[in-house]
């Protein structure tokens, strides 16, 4: 599967934006996917997972109750809906496919098999 990810920009604290990941070559249900992000400076971290049917989703700690990770199946799209941005969350953003997550994919970048190119988020202050 090739995984693209869009919809980064440049955007004010407290402001929204939305990512998209397109997959194409294989259907999306297959995978748990997830997304991950990297500042400059940065290891690569977690961001937020969901199952593949989208009933499950797990965030982590610093993005909790900001963002939302959904997917559309039909449309072979997973989402990332990023609110009451903060200069911290500046980051390149990549979304990651995991084929043989259970439910939800791990929180470890390694266990993801396939990766699309980032996306640029900034935020200003």
């Known amino acids: 599967v090739q995984l693209q990810a869009s919809g980064g920009g440049l955007v004010q604290a407290g402001g929204s934006l939305r990512l998209s990941c397109a997959a194409s070559?294989?259907?999306?249900?297959?995978?748990?996917m997830g997304w991950f992000r990297q500042a400059p400076g940065k290891e690569r971290e977690f961001v937020a997972t969901?199952?593949?049917?989208?009933?499950?989703?797990v965030y982590a700690d610093s993005v909790k109750g900001r963002f939302t990770i959904s997917r559309d199946n039909a449309k072979n799209t997973v989402y990332l809906q990023m609110n009451s941005l903060k200069p911290e969350d500046t980051a390149v953003y990549y979304c990651?496919?995991?084929?043989?997550?259970?439910?939800?994919?791990?929180?470890?970048?390694?266990?993801?098999?396939?990766w699309g190119r980032g996306t640029q988020v900034t935020v200003s202050s």
């Open positions: 070559g294989r259907t999306v249900s297959v995978y748990v």
């Open positions: 990651a496919a995991d084929l043989t997550a259970r439910v939800v994919g791990s929180t470890h970048q390694s266990e993801y098999d396939y």
């Open positions: 969901i199952s593949r049917s989208g009933g499950s989703t």
